[in-house]
């Protein structure tokens, strides 16, 4: 199993419901392919973790790189073990970093575009902010975290669009 995780600075800006459709569309795509993950925007910068197969998830992340909606493609960190998934639940998650009472648990209070830019260029620091990103939106879904065996594949509907959440199970 390959664990990855990149940062990337968007192109252009999306909004909150386009990003929701494609956190909807990439979990539908992982869950296939046998991906896990979990996404947080904040400020124009993505911080991602893909874990799955590797020749799977080199290919996911090749595609990603090219995508032109990122520049300054960084990866973050590289482990190619046997360990067990660390964020075994969703397929593909957002963490609504937009949502103040989230970002501030997450962030343990409240932090700047340009504190967040510095920190998640640190491959400690961008994990442990994913962690804590992941393990927040557990909470609030009613998962265990701890959860490694099963992969929903859906996106929780406290962070979709009204009208995508009847879309949410593939």
């Not at 968007?10 to 419901?17: D, K, R, V, W």
């Not at 296939?32 to 893909?50: D, K, M, N, P």
Request: aromatic share 8%.
């Amino acid at each position: 199993m390959l664990t990855l995780v990149y940062r990337s600075e968007m192109t252009q800006s999306l909004s909150a419901n386009r990003l929701a459709e494609l956190c909807l569309l990439s979990a539908r795509k992982n869950q296939r392919l046998g991906v896990t993950g979990f996404l947080v925007h904040f400020h124009g910068i993505f911080l991602q973790i893909l874990e799955g197969p590797a020749d799977v998830v080199e290919t996911l992340f090749a595609t990603i790189a090219a995508d032109e909606r990122h520049r300054n493609v960084d990866v973050l960190m590289r482990d190619d073990s046997e360990g067990k998934r660390n964020f075994a639940f969703w397929s593909m998650n957002l963490g609504p970093l937009d949502d103040a009472g989230f970002r501030a648990r997450v962030l343990q209070g409240d932090m700047s575009g340009q504190e967040f830019a510095a920190r998640t260029r640190d491959p400690d620091g961008a994990l442990d902010l994913l962690m804590r990103a992941y393990t927040e939106a557990c909470i609030l879904s009613h998962v265990d975290p701890a959860a490694h065996d099963l992969t929903s594949g859906t996106i929780p509907a406290w962070i979709l669009p009204t009208h995508m959440a009847q879309h949410a199970q593939p």
